[in-house]
């Protein structure tokens, strides 16, 4: 039997299913699991919220029409400061791939100190890391997951790691999820190329070769289960006016999985009242916030030329703050030169001039969800003392390594701060500067529903299961029980592929 997608969004009436298994939410670790379900012989069926795209099409979109029919509210979603805290603008991908056709490609393995945490002090022996070694092997091969050669670093990445070679940070060449990649940096918009594996390129086709039936704009709202027994799901078709909430989906399976990412998830469980017991489910929330440093130099650095994140320097790990290289969009790296009107026309210019790196942090858990009357989540982040004290550590660093490499001035993600030269940045105190001033985004949410070994502190077993309720499964970024320290795809997938392993018994 072979599979398809189908796109809802021009459905008249309601959506009626049956399958064995029903997994929500087509990202990163949905896909995975709908997968090796099915090449075990499962009848899956995936419900995506989002619209399903083909690389073809969003080769033609401008990074503005992109954030508007791929990203989750438009990318403008918050988790609100609080007790001095930055806000963090979250993004997050919303169509059949998820977040997965946003990234930048970058792979690394949970750390091996991350995951003998997780093994000897949370109890989580599975996870220990010579057991979770196959499992990452696997689905590295499953990517194409292989080394950025240096050829393909972008002038912004040279720059950047000659200046950290000046001041004894050291770089490492980035593994990515590419095949093919021909370096012109769009990665965050969907790869026009189909080089990068997301999950549509690299997992969907295997799927539907095995009969996984994919439904678009399709929200789950909640579970339905009979005594201690799930029994399916239920939502609306996104087929009203304007893609709204129209007709009623229900489907039902014998066994459910919610992987709708660590934003979405919890959401589902709330309204299904399950996965309070424990007074877990939407907290200990992780963000990686991170922070980008612009560096103006007086040669061209065009930085959109090249592979868009090829570098990173974990010479600041034993301080939980984790370097990659990165670039954003020309218009974006334009609204943050100064000035308005005229005088910001004349800064525009400079785009081409301009080098970009990032940091995130290794955060505590910290963040929460929220959903007043069964809807949000409205979302909180206060971040701990020793997070705010790595911040100026980690602008710090970056703006002296684009110093030691020849910039002219820099640009801090602290709001109202102009560009600095060397001497007006010596004369900063960067941990004066107020928490809430820092301009701090997030692409990894994780740890919303976590697993651990009891009920009492955890939504979910080792496995993924749901406590005290058969047959329902939690398997994306909300059950990381604690935040990697780096970008989380690769890691979201391995667990996701351990918990589909262990539904087959195969572990
Ligand atoms: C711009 C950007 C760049 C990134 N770059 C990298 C990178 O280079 N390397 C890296 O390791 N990580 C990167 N990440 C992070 C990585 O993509 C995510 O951590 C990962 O995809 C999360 O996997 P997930 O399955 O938990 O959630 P997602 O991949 O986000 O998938 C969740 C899916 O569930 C759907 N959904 C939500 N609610 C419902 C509902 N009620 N009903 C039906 N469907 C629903 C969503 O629409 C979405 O498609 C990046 C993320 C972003 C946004
Ligand atoms: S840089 Fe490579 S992976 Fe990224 S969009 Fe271009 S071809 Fe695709």
């Not at 029409?65 to 805290?85: I, K, M, N």
């Not at 990445?157 to 200046?163: I, M, N, R, S």
């Not at 095949?179 to 969907?204: E, I, M």
Request: net charge positive; proline share 7%.
């Amino acid at each position: 039997m072979t599979g398809a997608v189908h796109s809802e969004r021009e459905r008249t009436g309601p959506l009626r299913i049956d399958c064995h298994t029903v997994v929500v939410g087509s990202g990163a670790a949905g896909m995975v699991v709908a997968t090796e379900l099915a090449e075990a012989g499962t009848d899956v069926v995936v419900l995506e919220e989002g619209p399903f795209v083909r690389p073809d099409e969003y080769a033609r979109w401008r990074p503005s029409e992109s954030l508007r029919h791929v990203w989750r509210d438009g990318s403008l979603t918050v988790a609100f400061g609080l007790g001095g805290s930055p806000s963090v603008n979250v993004m997050m991908g919303r169509a059949v791939g998820g977040s997965s056709l946003l990234t930048g490609g970058v792979c690394f393995r949970i750390p091996e100190s991350v995951l003998a945490h997780w093994s000897r002090e949370l109890g989580l022996s599975g996870y220990a890391p010579h057991g979770m070694e196959p499992v990452f092997e696997h689905v590295e091969r499953r990517l194409s997951v292989e080394e950025v050669p240096a050829s393909m670093r972008s002038r912004s990445t040279v720059l950047f790691a000659e200046g950290a070679a000046r001041i004894g940070l050291p770089m490492h060449p980035m593994r990515r999820n590419t095949v093919g990649c021909r370096g012109c940096g769009r990665c965050n918009f969907g790869c026009p190329h189909a080089a990068k594996t997301s999950v549509d390129v690299s997992y969907l086709p295997a799927a539907l070769a095995h009969g996984v039936r994919v439904h678009s704009h399709c929200r789950v709202e909640r579970v339905d289960f009979e005594g201690t027994r799930v029994r399916g799901v239920r939502g609306r078709l996104l087929n009203g006016p304007c893609g709204r909430p129209g007709d009623l989906l229900v489907v039902r399976a014998a066994r459910v999985v919610l992987a709708a990412g660590a934003w979405c998830t919890p959401g589902i469980l709330y309204r299904s009242g399950l996965g309070r017991r424990g007074g877990a489910l939407g907290r200990y929330m992780t963000l990686h916030p991170a922070f980008r440093v612009f560096g103006l130099f007086d040669e061209p650095v065009r930085g959109w030329q090249g592979a868009l994140q090829s570098a990173y320097s974990d010479g600041l790990e034993h301080e939980g703050i984790t370097l990659t290289s990165l670039f954003v969009p020309p218009g974006i790296v334009a609204a943050a030169l100064p000035g308005i009107g005229p005088a910001h026309a004349r800064h525009v210019p400079d785009v081409e001039r301009v080098a970009v790196f990032g940091g995130l942090i290794h955060d505590d858990p910290v963040g929460r969800l929220y959903h007043p009357f069964g809807r949000g989540p409205i979302a909180t982040y206060r971040m701990s003392a020793r997070d705010r004290a790595r911040v100026p550590l980690l602008l710090d660093t970056m703006a002296r390594a684009f110093f030691a490499a020849g910039a002219r001035k820099v640009f801090l993600p602290v709001l109202g701060l102009p560009g600095v030269d060397a001497d007006a940045f010596g004369r900063l105190e960067l941990h004066r500067i107020p928490a809430r001033r820092w301009e701090c985004a997030s692409q990894h949410p994780l740890g919303s529903a976590q697993m651990g070994t009891s009920p009492t502190h955890a939504v979910v077993d080792p496995d993924g299961k749901v406590w005290d309720v058969e047959g329902l499964y939690v398997a994306c970024g909300s059950v990381m029980p604690t935040s990697l320290g780096v970008n989380p795809q690769l890691g979201i997938m391995a667990v996701a592929t351990r918990i589909a392993w262990r539904m087959l018994g195969r572990l």
